[in-house]
Structures are given as C-alpha cells and as structure tokens.
C-alpha cells in the first residue's frame, strides 16, 4: 500500500524533472571547470544524451538509480503498490538504455553512463572521466 494519498503522490511525479536535475547542474558544472564546452539533451543523438561532445562523439548520460533500475534484481521487490505499472516500465528504461549503448557504440560514439549517487559523491571524478574519454578520442 502506498504512503501517500494519490493527490501527495501526483504532486510528487509531477516534481521529477528529465532535463535540469540536480545531478546534471552537478556534473555539468564540474565539467566547466575542466574547460569542457558541451551540448545538453541533443535531439540529434540517439538517447539524447545529457551532455554530448559531438565532435569526439561522446554521449554522457547522468542515470538516476530509481528511473533506470540500478540493482534492478533486488530492487524490484521493494515494489509494494502499483507494481503491474512501475516494474514493466522501470525494465522498459533498462532495455532502452541497453539499445541506446548498443546503437551508439556500433556507430562509433564513446558513451559514458554515471549513476546519480556517483554523480553526488564526486562530480570531479566523473568529469575527469569525461575529459580523459575526450582526450583518449583525440589521438
């Protein structure tokens, strides 16, 4: 059964945001300390990537861990209402981002995913792995 009444859990959803979240402010201004000029949410790539470098073809994606299932396994059994709706479109994020990686990796694009907690702990980190992707596609 759910915590929340039904009007408590619409205010919620409709709070989620898919583009400006606090993990991509985060990271994209880690990125511009580093000097890494980008594109957000380009319609043109696949997935539309949360940060793409186009000219070294690199898609970042910042995932949050509910959204896109991480330890999805053990996760799904937390479910406790409404699962005939959360768990199909949850798994439905997973295989998109799979067929996202695949279809771009075959095209030659580097693509780098964090998870939102990573992003948290150390936007510094992931940024670094950005710009050593970058300068790895350079040579």
């Not at 949360?50 to 396994?73: L, P």
């Not at 059994?77 to 439905?92: L, T, V, Y």
Request: aromatic letters at 12%; charged letters at 35%.
């Amino acid at each position: 059964m759910d915590r929340l009444t039904k009007e408590q859990r619409s205010k919620n959803m409709q709070a989620v945001k898919s583009k400006g979240s606090k993990i991509e402010i985060l990271l994209g201004k880690a990125l511009w300390k580093l000097g890494l000029r980008y594109r957000k949410n380009d319609l043109t790539v696949l997935g539309k990537p949360d940060f793409v470098f186009k000219k070294y073809k690199v898609a970042v994606f910042c995932d949050s861990e509910f959204w896109h299932g991480k330890n999805w396994e053990l996760r799904k059994n937390d479910f406790k209402s409404n699962r005939e709706f959360w768990i199909p479109k949850i798994e439905q994020n997973i295989a998109r981002d799979f067929y996202v990686n695949k279809e771009l990796l075959e095209t030659g694009w580097t693509v780098i995913r964090f998870w939102g907690n990573e992003i948290k702990q150390n936007a510094e980190r992931c940024a670094q792995k950005v710009l050593n992707s970058i300068n790895t596609g350079k040579k």
